[in-house]
C-alpha cells in the first residue's frame, strides 16, 4: 500500500550542498528527472526551500531558488508557490514554473518540486 498523501511518500533530498550558507557552485537541478513530492535533510536535520531572497552564488550553485508567497500551515493542505531565483541583482529577476507544497504534521515539508528552466540553478534548502 502506498500513501496518497505526499507527507508519507515522498523522496529524501540530502545534498548538504543545498545549504544557504554552503558557497557558490556549478550543481544545476534541469538535470534532475523530477517525479513526485521531496523532503529536505541537510546533515541528517529537517530543512526547508528558503522563502526569502537568497542572493547570488549560493546552495551549491549560482542562481539559488527560493519560494514566494510563504509556507503553508497544515491546515491549508497543498498550496502553490512562486519559485524565485537571484539574477540581475534582483531577488526574483529569474523565476520557474510554480511548484506545491505542503506542511506535514510533524513539523516538515514537502515540495513537488520542477525542473528549473535556467542553469546553473539549484534549490536551497
Not at 544545476?28 to 535533510?41: K, N
Not at 541583482?89 to 505542503?102: A, D, F, L, R, T
Amino acid at each position: 500500500y502506498t500513501s496518497a498523501d505526499p507527507c508519507y511518500n515522498y523522496t529524501v533530498l540530502d545534498d548538504p550542498w543545498r545549504d544557504t550558507n554552503y558557497g557558490s557552485g556549478s550543481n544545476c537541478d534541469q538535470s534532475v528527472t523530477w517525479s513526485g513530492w521531496y523532503r529536505l535533510f541537510i546533515n541528517n536535520v529537517n530543512a526547508q526551500i528558503p522563502d526569502t531572497c537568497v542572493s547570488y552564488g549560493h546552495c551549491g550553485t549560482g542562481h539559488s531558488l527560493w519560494i514566494r508567497g510563504g509556507h503553508p500551515t497544515v491546515q491549508d493542505g497543498v498550496v502553490t508557490r512562486d519559485v524565485c531565483g537571484y539574477y540581475n541583482s534582483y531577488c526574483c529577476g529569474y523565476g520557474s514554473h510554480p511548484i506545491k507544497v505542503k506542511a506535514c504534521p510533524d513539523n516538515y515539508y514537502v515540495y513537488e518540486l520542477v525542473r528549473p528552466t535556467l542553469c546553473n540553478s539549484a534549490y536551497c534548502a
